[in-house]
């Protein structure tokens, strides 16, 4: 659900070139961080809607539920660096001016889902 003080989408699961473990060629990861960016902005466009009044945000906060299939070990931390190009597409999107005034609340995993993929929530924060 999604209003003027929170919104929620779904996002693909990052790919491998960017997490900070990989050693992919400059030209791969600069594809995929082009393709996720582009996913991630439409997704929040459509969150935000047709209106627009509220938004930049001054600040927001930020949670992301990873949806796997399999139960294998994940690092949090490279999770929530490899969501670096959504959090662009987010200033991109206008939910706020600049993607440094969204703070990560938590980076939660959930294994054995159906449908693989990143749900985030953004809530609307007064301090950038």
């Not at 949806?67 to 660096?81: E, G, S, Y």
């Not at 980076?107 to 809530?123: D, H």
């Amino acid at each position: 659900m999604s209003s003027k003080n929170s919104l929620r989408l779904w996002i693909s699961i990052p790919p491998r070139e960017l997490s900070p473990n990989a050693r992919v060629h400059w030209a791969a990861k600069a594809r995929a961080v082009k393709a996720y960016r582009q996913e991630a902005h439409l997704s929040a466009l459509a969150a935000m809607g047709r209106d627009k009044k509220g938004f930049p945000w001054p600040g927001a906060i930020l949670v992301a539920e990873f949806h796997f299939l399999t139960k294998r070990k994940r690092d949090r931390d490279n999770l929530a660096a490899s969501l670096k190009p959504a959090l662009d597409s987010f200033a991109d999107a206008g939910i706020v001016k600049d993607d440094n005034t969204i703070r990560i609340a938590g980076i939660l995993v959930v294994v054995g889902s159906r449908r693989p993929g990143v749900e985030i929530e953004l809530a609307r924060s007064e301090k950038p």
